[in-house]
């Protein structure tokens, strides 16, 4: 079992540049999150989903999109990328909401 | 929102020594997790614990919901522990996952 794969691991991007990153489970997880993590700090949510088709807003969702077309594939997007979104993002699964939380290694992003 | 907060913030231990973490939050919970970060990222789920006692080898937690506290025991303590430790908490239908600040800990040899 691969659990929860996110590519890329790094990226730098320049100002207003957009990207995408993957994130794909294979636990059959209905639930899936988005998160950053700032230097010294918590998880934030950026948006979340409860099953295919289905998406939501987290805590500091401007500046990202998200689709979800199928259970195991949850890609975050950025559009117009700005230095305020030089993070570490996490995509994360869960079998039940609220619990049971599976994260992704992780992919560091820096815009310069 | 729901407020968590978690102490001490820093912790230094030598190997061999106890430690008691601390996370506090100010509303009512459904769930209640804690997370380790090892040095390269990595965020490994260690305990879901609503409420209760649970154990798994060295490290163990308890939750008194009707308190608003958790905490997490680490016995014994090894310098792979090293990294940050997180709670994460949710409450009401929406299920929304809120982090504390974590509470980052080095243990030396």
């Known amino acids: 079992n691969a659990g929860v794969t996110q590519t890329p691991k790094f990226r730098i991007l320049k100002i207003g540049q957009s990207m995408t990153l993957q994130c794909t489970q294979d636990?059959?997880?209905?639930?899936m999150y988005w998160y950053r993590q700032d230097p010294g700090m918590g998880l934030k949510l950026i948006y979340y989903s409860v099953g295919a088709g289905i998406t939501d807003k987290g805590e500091v969702p401007n500046g990202y999109n998200v689709s979800r077309s199928t259970t195991e594939d949850f890609p975050l997007r950025l559009e117009l990328a700005a230095p305020s979104q030089t993070s570490v993002y996490f995509c994360?699964?869960?079998?039940?909401?609220?619990?049971?939380?599976?994260f992704g290694s992780g992919t560091r992003l820096t815009v310069v | 929102g729901i407020q968590v907060e978690q102490s001490p913030p820093d912790l230094i231990l030598q190997e061999g020594a106890n430690s008691t973490l601390r996370c506090n939050f100010s509303?009512?919970?459904?769930?209640l997790q804690w997370f380790h970060q090892n040095p390269w990222g990595q965020l490994i789920n260690l305990f879901y614990i609503p409420s209760g006692t649970k154990q798994n080898g060295r490290l163990s937690a308890t939750t008194v919901a009707t308190e608003r506290y958790s905490l997490l025991y680490i016995s014994s303590s090894q310098t792979t522990d090293s990294g940050v430790y997180f709670c994460?908490?949710?409450?009401?239908?929406?299920?929304?996952?809120?982090f504390g600040t974590g509470t980052k800990l080095q243990v030396i040899p």
């Open positions: 509303d009512s919970v459904n769930n």
């Open positions: 636990m059959n997880h209905n639930y």
């Open positions: 994360a699964s869960s079998f039940d909401r609220g619990r049971g939380y599976t």
């Open positions: 994460a908490v949710s409450s009401g239908g929406y299920q929304k996952v809120t």
